[in-house]
């Protein structure tokens, strides 16, 4: 819903400069969880303005997932565990959106359309942004709204043929604080009613003296989640420097509550060079219906779902990106990263049977301004 809402997929390259009327990149991200899936996404972009209050920014991506997929769990050794899908999982998923801007004077309105298909999931978006600039444009004022239309299948059960509709809501402030500090905050609403649960996830239970327990994935047909972020940048000149910090803060239905933390540092090396160390902090809490094994007795319209996603756990990722910008417009970009995620690291300790995600990421970037 991101496209939907007019923001960007990735965070593209911002310039300055009266010649400027476009710029064309492609990006490549690598990540692979330790044991589990490994993920390639080729991702291209354009942005091109024309006629001085026109914009358009296009996207095309396409999501190669291989590996071994975690199926669900069950306690067959004695305590729950997660189990692995036996046959190789090998999907691709095909996207894309595109958003034009037209300036009014000192406001902006934007429409925007989102696609994704895959063979099992198929999603539909569009989106609606203005933003008003106020105070010679030292303040601006934003407004959004989405909505995406998704149908669920799985190769699992043919039968399968669900829908979503999710509409989402933002508003939001960027606020120049001084000549070298400035600040974003934005919340973000979001009300989804349809299919939430994962056709491909079971839980398994075994007790002795009875017969072993199976239970789908089954999550409520609803889900509502507030989302706050912000955002700021103070440059530091004399260091030619630029702290970056953010904050996002996620509550839903579900029961599940969200901080991330995220601190950087981007500092220019000469006048091509800059370097952007990172450090992301993650926590949350687990959802209602998160459960590692099957009641007794279960009740009717019961909801459960053992996928550790909706666990309670912490994460932190360090990441250092690298850019260097050619004096023809092209600007090259190189980040490392890597993810680790476990029970320890939640303030209180997480949820039972969390196994330790370990996932190495690389992302890079070649982008001209023309």
């Given at each position: 819903?991101?496209?939907?809402?007019?923001?960007?997929?990735?965070?593209?390259?911002?310039?300055?400069?009266?010649?400027?009327?476009?710029?064309?990149?492609?990006?490549?991200?690598?990540?692979?969880?330790?044991?589990?899936?490994?993920?390639?996404?080729?991702?291209?972009?354009?942005?091109?303005?024309?006629?001085?209050?026109?914009?358009?920014?296009?996207?095309?991506?396409?999501?190669?997932?291989?590996?071994?997929?975690?199926?669900?769990?069950?306690?067959?050794?004695?305590?729950?565990?997660?189990?692995?899908?036996?046959?190789?999982?090998?999907?691709?998923?095909?996207?894309?959106?595109?958003?034009?801007?037209?300036?009014?004077?000192?406001?902006?309105?934007?429409?925007?359309?989102?696609?994704?298909?895959?063979?099992?999931?198929?999603?539909?978006?569009?989106?609606?942004?203005?933003?008003l600039d106020l105070r010679?444009?030292?303040?601006?004022?934003?407004?959004?709204?989405?909505?995406?239309?998704?149908?669920?299948?799985?190769?699992?059960?043919?039968?399968?043929?669900?829908?979503?509709?999710?509409?989402?809501?933002?508003?939001?402030?960027?606020?120049?604080?001084?000549?070298t500090a400035l600040f974003?905050?934005?919340?973000?609403?979001?009300?989804?009613?349809?299919?939430?649960?994962?056709?491909?996830?079971?839980?398994?239970?075994?007790?002795?003296?009875?017969?072993?327990?199976?239970?789908?994935?089954?999550?409520?047909?609803?889900?509502?989640?507030?989302?706050?972020?912000?955002?700021?940048?103070?440059?530091?000149?004399?260091?030619?420097?630029?702290?970056?910090?953010?904050?996002?803060?996620?509550?839903?239905?579900?029961?599940?509550?969200?901080?991330?933390?995220?601190?950087?540092?981007?500092?220019?090396?000469?006048?091509?060079?800059?370097?952007?160390?990172?450090?992301?902090?993650?926590?949350?809490?687990?959802?209602?219906?998160?459960?590692?094994?099957?009641?007794?007795?279960?009740?009717?319209?019961?909801?459960?779902?053992?996928?550790?996603?909706?666990?309670?756990?912490?994460?932190?990722?360090?990441?250092?990106?690298?850019?260097?910008?050619?004096?023809?417009?092209?600007?090259?970009?190189?980040?490392?990263?890597?993810?680790?995620?476990?029970?320890?690291?939640?303030?209180?300790?997480?949820?039972?049977?969390?196994?330790?995600?370990?996932?190495?990421?690389?992302?890079?970037?070649?982008?001209?301004?023309?």
């Amino acid at each position: 819903m991101g496209a939907a809402l007019a923001l960007p997929i990735l965070a593209l390259p911002a310039h300055a400069g009266a010649a400027e009327v476009g710029e064309v990149g492609f990006t490549t991200l690598y990540y692979r969880e330790r044991g589990l899936m490994k993920v390639v996404e080729p991702i291209a972009w354009l942005r091109v303005s024309f006629a001085e209050t026109w914009e358009v920014r296009a996207t095309a991506l396409v999501d190669i997932v291989t590996g071994a997929s975690p199926e669900g769990v069950s306690n067959l050794s004695g305590r729950p565990v997660r189990t692995i899908t036996g046959a190789s999982v090998e999907d691709r998923r095909y996207g894309g959106d595109v958003k034009v801007t037209k300036r009014i004077g000192d406001a902006t309105v934007s429409v925007s359309r989102a696609i994704s298909d895959e063979d099992d999931y198929v999603s539909r978006a569009f989106g609606l942004e203005g933003t008003l600039d106020l105070r010679g444009k030292q303040t601006t004022l934003a407004a959004g709204l989405g909505r995406a239309k998704d149908r669920i299948r799985s190769s699992d059960d043919a039968q399968l043929d669900a829908r979503r509709d999710t509409k989402e809501y933002l508003v939001g402030v960027t606020q120049v604080l001084s000549p070298t500090a400035l600040f974003q905050g934005t919340l973000q609403a979001s009300r989804g009613k349809g299919w939430f649960n994962d056709p491909y996830k079971v839980t398994l239970t075994f007790r002795p003296g009875s017969f072993p327990l199976f239970a789908r994935d089954t999550r409520p047909d609803t889900r509502n989640v507030l989302t706050g972020v912000g955002r700021f940048r103070q440059h530091v000149p004399s260091m030619r420097g630029t702290l970056q910090a953010d904050y996002r803060y996620h509550h839903d239905n579900w029961g599940i509550r969200a901080h991330t933390l995220e601190a950087a540092w981007s500092q220019d090396l000469g006048d091509s060079w800059s370097l952007r160390p990172a450090l992301r902090y993650y926590t949350q809490s687990q959802a209602d219906f998160y459960r590692l094994e099957v009641p007794a007795r279960p009740p009717p319209g019961l909801l459960i779902s053992s996928d550790q996603r909706l666990a309670a756990f912490g994460g932190l990722s360090p990441s250092l990106r690298a850019t260097y910008r050619f004096a023809s417009g092209v600007t090259v970009e190189a980040t490392a990263g890597y993810t680790y995620n476990a029970a320890s690291l939640r303030p209180g300790g997480g949820s039972p049977g969390v196994e330790t995600l370990r996932a190495p990421f690389l992302l890079g970037t070649i982008a001209k301004t023309f």
